[in-house]
């Protein structure tokens, strides 16, 4: 069976001392997670490391937006993947829609980051989604086809089966409007069945598909109960503590 993953990504927001705030907050009111949810919080490098201490003993998890493909090197600016792993970091979001659009993300370094993250042992988030052109041209599921295809290249049974995919409609994400769930259980289920065609179908029944863009308490429990959707990649939500342990425990 799979777990579900409820992933809060904080973008740019939070300095250290907003960061340890809102984990307080979250930790006051969680009470106990369920068993088969597991928590992840990925704040700003910044406040990446205060924010692990102030997890431990926890049941939170802790995961970094981004990260180089590169163990070390003249990358001004950048974080390698060798450094997340020294500090603790468990999850990696990789592909973020804004990481292509604002960053010049392509195929090919998303493809290495999820490498480089798996060969650390740090479990990749890969986003991948249209935007609304495509969908308004149908042509959906061929953008997102062939981003599963390009991200998984090369990359190993026994590797592949470790990492979350996350479909992230780019016409929903921050702007209030999501998918419907059946939209999205759509492409979750499209989602599975290519990585069934590249591997097989045991291997992509494994795999964790969440669902990201403008999830929020009042609309996850429809989301969360569709068939092939295992979690969400929650955004603004994810910055209020209610509002979060809301989506949490409609996951349960």
């Known amino acids: 069976m799979r777990r579900t993953l409820i992933a809060g990504n904080w973008k740019m927001n939070n300095d250290v001392k907003?960061?340890?705030?809102?984990?307080?907050?979250?930790?006051?009111?969680?009470?106990?997670?369920?068993?088969?949810?597991?928590?992840?919080?990925?704040?700003?490098?910044?406040?990446?490391?205060?924010?692990?201490?102030?997890?431990?003993?926890?049941?939170?998890?802790?995961?970094?937006?981004?990260?180089?493909?590169?163990d070390k090197g003249a990358y001004t600016g950048e974080i390698s993947p060798l450094m997340l792993k020294n500090m603790g970091v468990e999850y990696v979001i990789i592909g973020h829609s804004e990481r292509r659009q604002y960053f010049n993300e392509t195929d090919e370094t998303v493809n290495?980051?999820?490498?480089?993250?798996?060969?650390?042992?740090?479990?990749?988030?890969?986003?991948?989604?249209e935007t609304l052109k495509e969908r308004e041209e149908k042509k959906e599921k061929e953008t997102v086809k062939n981003q599963i295809i390009k991200a998984f290249e090369n990359i190993q049974p026994s590797d592949a089966e470790k990492i979350a995919v996350a479909y992230e409609p780019i016409w929903a994400i921050?702007?209030?409007?999501?998918?419907?769930?059946?939209?999205?259980?759509?492409?979750a289920s499209f989602i599975r069945m290519c990585i069934s065609e590249i591997y097989n179908k045991q291997l992509s029944d494994k795999i964790i598909i969440q669902y990201g863009g403008s999830v929020k308490g009042d609309n996850a429990k429809e989301?969360?109960?569709q068939s092939d959707i295992d979690g969400a990649l929650v955004g603004g939500a994810s910055l209020k503590a209610?509002?979060?342990?809301?989506?949490?425990?409609?996951?349960k």
């Open 18 to 70: 907003q960061s340890l705030e809102l984990v307080e907050s979250l930790k006051s009111l969680s009470g106990e997670f369920d068993n088969n949810v597991d928590i992840l919080i990925c704040p700003t490098f910044t406040s990446l490391y205060a924010v692990k201490e102030s997890i431990k003993n926890t049941d939170i998890k802790i995961g970094a937006q981004n990260m180089h493909f590169e």
């Open 112 to 129: 290495k980051k999820l490498k480089s993250a798996l060969k650390y042992d740090i479990i990749p988030i890969l986003c991948v989604g």
């Open 174 to 187: 921050g702007t209030g409007i999501n998918a419907t769930s059946e939209q999205a259980n759509e492409m």
């Open 223 to 225: 989301i969360l109960g």
């Open 242 to 251: 209610d509002e979060f342990l809301k989506i949490i425990n409609y996951a």
